[in-house]
């Protein structure tokens, strides 16, 4: 439990520092020369951001949970096509609720990649299949660099988002590249990053608020502020609530008719119901490039409330635990936080 109050608590610093850095922005958006240095940053932030997570994600991990096929394909059926399809009714059921900006953020969001350390972290405390979420998350995180800009391709049309086939193709390459060169250079200094978790997070941490920086100042500077109010974050925050519910219900629902174990259905619900900030921003940045403000409001509003449901849900499947109870586990190092 410890290491769970850990975990939140640190992503709770983390949402702070965005809360901060969108005020900043706000406040001191960057014009003239500094915009001009801020978008030269950006990209390499995000280059650099991938070729890091390449170098720590562990090939020998990821491959002793691979065996277990029907669990991972729950897992992508959730991410890539339970959430799309969700998100798509609710805007065809109810298109007023949000603006534009904001359903196309929240298109996005449910197209993007499960993530990798809250992933196994949850698993790990409720007492679920660790080898297999190491696989799951790890997976996705690598099939959302090529899928998530196509499935966003498909869904976004007429959203302003650049989308066209040559766009995806080089969003691809942008994000796909580092992560290759990083998952290429993991035998000289995956291990040396490993040790040094304070590396890992500056880069992670560091990369996503420059990155919302850049976001916000452009939108500030394009009159932002003027398109949404309290009314429409309220409702943002319903919608985002209401997405994650029902996923993680359909999920441990299907998981326990479909003959899973328990510790089965502990991975299938946390890695399915996941949504990947590391992820969502880079993309956002590449596919709205100059109008990604508000776009990236719903995964930050979406960040949090997976958080503390998923905390909660850890506690209770933890407290359900039958000691006797084998459960497949496995020491990993994701990011710089160890699951034992």
Known sequence: ??????????????????????????????????????????????????????????????????????????????????????????????????????????????????????????????????????????????????????????????????????????????LLLPFIAGLLARPWIGTVIARRPLVMKSVDYGSILLIVYAAFSQGVVNGLWHQVDAAQLVRLTLIDTALLAVVIAILTFASRRLGFSRADEITIVFCGSKKSLANGVPIATLLFAGHVGLVILPVMVFQQIQLMVCASLARRYAARRIPSAPLARLPVAVGGVEVP
Not at 1 to 12: E, H, K, P, Q
Not at 59 to 69: I, T
């Open 1 to 174: 439990m410890v290491r769970l109050r850990s975990l939140w608590s640190r992503i709770d610093r983390f949402l702070a520092a965005m809360l901060l850095t969108v005020g900043l922005a706000s406040l001191l958006p960057a014009r003239g020369d500094a915009a001009v240095v801020v978008g030269w940053l950006t990209p390499a932030a995000i280059a650099l951001l991938f070729f890091m997570h390449g170098t720590q994600l562990s090939p020998a991990a990821a491959l002793l949970g691979a065996r277990q096929w029907r669990l991972h394909i729950m897992v992508f059926l959730s991410t890539f096509v339970l959430f799309p399809l969700l998100g798509t009714a609710v805007h065809r059921l109810v298109p007023g609720l949000l603006t534009a900006p904001l359903w196309a953020g929240l298109i996005l969001l449910t197209a993007l990649p499960s993530t990798v350390q809250a992933s196994i972290v949850f698993t790990s405390v409720a007492g679920g299949n660790v080898p297999a979420a190491v696989c799951s998350a790890s997976a996705s995180s690598l099939l959302g660099i090529v899928l998530t800009p196509l499935i966003a391709g498909f869904l976004l049309s007429g959203h302003g988002a650049d989308l066209s086939m040559h766009s995806a193709v080089g969003i691809v390459v942008q």
